[in-house]
């Protein structure tokens, strides 16, 4: 039976992760330690204080993984909140290709990808759209996750495909390894390059990003850590590129972009 974490623990280990990731978990104990009791069990630690003090000294890439796994939830499905797809695909889309006529590159960023089905998706639609052009420009979506575990599955690509994905994507853009698992169609999987990076350094990208998605990743953040990153983001954006969050999140009154849609803002 692992010990219940210490005052002193919890704080050493949750201002690690607030510093580090901008994950804020200072009023999530139980669920702390309900999460990580099994990983020290199967680790072989009889309490937190020797695991905290060991993770600590270490900063050990994969076991820091292992704990934000558990802290966090790498939960996505296709077609999420379809409201965005649609505008993507009515307003922006439209807009991009226009904008880019000349040098036929979209700049697009899937920010906490998690499992990958966002940017599947986004590629599905744009290829949807630009139909027998699509060869002719560089769609290829940026997808950054912190989670290598999460990328991992993203790149295998296979998944169990939902009832609300259209019949005729299904038979398009992916193909049946076995029950209801499917594979995504090479061309949507070469369209996406998956990178492990952390939302809370600095973004150094080649490219300014035509459109930004980050869905559900702010809602592990505090307010200022979120402002911060905002900020990041507009820096990182186009004039007139968008930033598309959860709708379950919000921005600061203060926040640099303007509101467009709900959810949707504009640089």
């Known amino acids: 039976m692992i010990q219940p974490i210490s005052d002193e623990d919890f704080r050493r280990l949750t201002n690690f992760i607030k510093s580090e990731y901008g994950i804020t978990l200072q009023e999530k104990r139980q669920l702390v330690t309900s999460r990580l009791s099994s990983l020290l069990t199967e680790q072989g630690y009889s309490d937190f204080s020797q695991f905290v003090s060991q993770l600590l000294k270490e900063k050990n890439p994969q076991k820091i993984e292992q704990v934000l796994n558990r802290l966090t939830t790498n939960y996505t499905f296709f077609m999420r909140e379809t409201e965005h797809f649609e505008f993507f695909t009515k307003v922006v889309l439209p807009e991009l290709v226009r904008k880019h006529q000349k040098n036929r590159v979209l700049a697009i960023w899937s920010a906490g990808c998690s499992s990958g089905e966002e940017p599947y998706n986004l590629s599905m639609y744009i290829k949807d759209y630009l139909g027998m052009q699509a060869s002719q420009w560089d769609t290829r979506i940026l997808a950054t ?87 990041r983001f507009y820096d990182a954006t186009t004039p007139g590129g968008y930033l598309m969050i959860s709708h379950s999140e919000n921005l600061s009154k203060d926040a640099p972009y303007r509101m467009v849609a709900p959810s949707t803002f504009q640089k």
């Open 145 to 231: 996750d912190i989670s290598q575990k999460a990328l991992t599955t993203a790149k295998k690509g296979i998944y169990e495909v939902p009832d609300t994905v259209p019949e005729i994507w299904r038979k398009k853009y992916f193909k049946r390894v076995e029950g209801n698992r499917y594979a995504v169609a090479p061309d949507i999987r070469n369209n996406v390059i998956f990178q492990t990076f952390n939302l809370m350094d600095p973004i150094k990208f080649k490219l300014k990003f035509d459109v930004i998605f980050c869905r559900n990743v702010m809602i592990y953040f505090d307010q200022p850590t979120k402002d911060a990153l905002v900020r």
